[in-house]
Nanobody
Framework: QVLLVDSGGGLVQPGGSLRLSCTAS????????MGWFRQAPGKEREFVAA???????DYASFVRGRFTISRDNAKNTVYLQMNSLKHEDTAAYYC????????????????WGQGTQVTVSS
């Protein structure tokens, strides 16, 4: 069992930045791929970024170059640094943990945080 707690969301102006954090407890954090998904009202949950247990990163095309995912295995924490935020980035952001090779399909991820709201508005 892995318990994930998301934090760091808030209200930010377009062009601003936020850093989301997700702290895990339970089984060995370093053995899991970690990811971020988001869900806007009336839309399906979509993949944002992932960092594999071995280090490689994947990004959705719409955040590449603006968002950076990182992890600190000593702190059991994964981060999502979000820069140059746009109105369309407004959503609830969810941390996820999954086995090695978890895909952009949310069904391949086994554990989820409670979500943290990001609102981009002037």
């Amino acid at each position: 069992q892995v318990l994930l707690v998301d934090s760091g969301g808030g209200l930010v102006q377009p062009g601003g930045s936020l850093r989301l954090s997700c702290t895990a407890s339970g089984r060995t954090f370093g053995n899991y791929d970690m990811g971020w998904f988001r869900q806007a009202p009336g839309k399906e949950r979509e993949f944002v970024a992932a960092i594999r247990w071995s280090g490689p990163r994947d990004y959705a095309s719409f955040v590449r170059g603006r968002f950076t995912i990182s992890r600190d295995n000593a702190k059991n924490t994964v981060y999502l640094q979000m820069n140059s935020l746009k109105h369309e980035d407004t959503a609830a952001y969810y941390c996820a943990a999954g086995p090695s090779g978890s895909s952009s399909d949310s069904s391949s991820w086994g554990y989820w945080g409670q979500g943290t709201q990001v609102t981009v508005s002037s």
